[in-house]
């Protein structure tokens, strides 16, 4: 069986050429490693598919897709971030591009493989008293543009004129089906149910006012990918006026997805524009659209 296989100086990265399930295909690739070891990797989120952190054991691999493993010493390495690059920071702020599959924030089951963690870790490096603050959230699977606050102070500032500091945030979204209209906006009031679902009410002022804009990038008869603005920042939001709109985010099936034709969600912070907390400077933040979302909606 061949793979081809090129490394660079922190990572191994190898083509699939057959379909086959992501531990097998390491163990093949890996034969130098043990199987214990093969998984460790695997657990830490050293592997990378295209463009999401994959740490499921039975993920089941296609042909051409690319497979990247962050070589054990640069994970053991101090200054590797995993799952994510800086491509901002100065003493008040830091802003990263998440890679999909990376927590932003710790849950009751994952406290340290998270953005916020790893980032803490990164600026107690100069100082233990150096902290990081959340300021806005990216769900676990969606990539892209996040900023993070290095005082409670910048936090507040951010989070208290968020409207007002903010003056882009635009996402793109890869999306089931054609959308034939080229441009619209969906308008709903948001409501959370028991369990923890986002969902439209029918009725005005029942809920908390969303608007989501968005225009067609490109399309086909199995996949649109849209650009999508936010007039208003809610939970899941994009994902709820998605499903609204007849046309469910690729891969999510908490909201009427029928399939993962790219093997995580099809959403997508690309664009942060903002003023400066503390110097009033206008900044602008851009991640590059995931490869697999250009290549499924061409």
Known sequence: MKYKHKGRNNTLTYNVEESIELLPFLLQVMSNRSRNSVKSILTRGQVTIDDHIETKHNYALQPGQTVTVLKNKAAIKESQLI?????????????????????????????????HHQLMEHVQRESSENRIFVVHRLDKDTSGVMMFAKSEKVKRTLQNAWKENVKERTYVALVEGEVKKPKGYISSWLKESSTHMMYSSSTKHDGLHAITHYKVVQSNKSFSLLEVQLETGRK??????????GHSVVGDKKYGSTGNAIGRLGLHAKVLLFTHPVTGKLLRFEAPVPKSFLTKSK
Not at 86 to 100: G, P, R, S
Not at 236 to 245: E, G, S, T, Y
């Open 83 to 115: 799952g994510m690059t800086i491509l901002y920071e100065d003493e008040d702020i830091i802003v990263i591009n998440k890679e999909a599959g990376l927590l932003s924030i710790a849950t009751q089951k994952e406290k340290r493989r998270t953005a």
């Open 236 to 245: 899941n939001q994009i994902r709820v006026h998605m499903q609204d709109l």
